[in-house]
């Protein structure tokens, strides 16, 4: 596997893990890091001795979503076409490869996931998530965006519960994430990683065609219910509210006060 700068990459016997590896920065997703995770997803697709994929993050935190700092510094010029193609290809594009990856994969969650790291989480089939992670997609309320590019949450955590967790903005702790079906299980954090890797090892153990053909069907399931269409119709809503007033003047006035509005929105009513 190629040399990375911003992923870990752990192999265990059939499961591979792919870590985010920014904890300095709380694991925000960088352009080279969804690049890095993307190419490394592939590379294990490829890989038949890969029966499991595990995606997780170092340090204290799974994902604190996209890197803000990044997208001002380096696309705060980018015109509709640039900002579209960017988006599509690393937001929509690489988080539909983690849905349709034909191995069974699992996010391990602790501490902070947020937006671009809950589109990541959620695009995997199961979610395991210490006792003390949280949830959470502010932007709606601190950006002025429609949702983060993937609107995977009506899916995975019905429809009521995602329009509060989007209109409120608050944080979703592991527990309640876990009744209301969005995470399969709930364990101490100092047990996380081992109860991650027992569930992949297990699963690891299944005739792997026979696990490929359960997944389709499954997934299958969603796309006759319309998840396809829905995930590219949020994509081009998403792109349309970098194009309003709101967005614009929530830009000018600055990161800063955007991440301040957003710790404030997801520390706030639970």
Not at 26 to 54: C, K, M, Y
Not at 96 to 120: H, N
């Amino acid at each position: 596997m190629a040399t990375t700068t911003q992923i870990a990459v752990e192999r265990r016997g059939a499961v591979l893990r792919l870590l985010h590896d920014r904890p300095e920065m709380r694991n925000a997703e960088s352009q080279t890091l969804l690049d890095e995770l993307d190419a490394a997803l592939r590379e294990a697709i490829a890989d038949e001795t890969v029966r499991v994929i595990v995606i997780g993050g170092r340090g204290d935190h799974f994902s604190a979503g996209h890197d803000l700092k990044e997208a001002a510094a380096r696309r705060a010029g980018f015109g509709v076409e640039e900002r579209w193609a960017y988006e599509e290809l690393r937001y929509l594009d690489y988080a539909l490869r983690i849905w349709d990856c034909p191995k069974p994969t699992i996010a391990e969650v602790k501490g902070a996931c947020i937006a671009g790291g809950f589109m990541v989480a959620n695009m995997c089939d199961l979610i395991v998530a210490s006792d003390d992670a949280f949830f959470a997609d502010p932007v709606c309320r601190t950006l002025a965006a429609a949702a983060v590019e993937v609107l995977v949450h009506p899916w995975v955590m019905g429809l009521r519960a995602a329009k509060e967790f989007l209109f409120t903005g608050r944080r979703l702790g592991a527990e309640e994430a876990h009744r209301i079906g969005m995470v399969n299980r709930v364990v101490p954090r100092a047990e996380l990683e081992a109860a991650t890797m027992a569930l992949a090892q297990g699963i690891a153990e299944a005739p792997p065609f026979a696990l490929r053909l359960t997944k389709r069907s499954l997934n299958r399931t969603l796309d006759i219910q319309g998840f396809r269409a829905a995930i590219a119709a949020h994509f081009d809503t998403h792109q349309l509210s970098h194009m309003t007033d709101e967005f614009r003047r929530t830009r000018e006035a600055g990161l800063a006060g955007a991440i301040a509005r957003g710790k404030a929105a997801t520390t706030g009513a639970r």
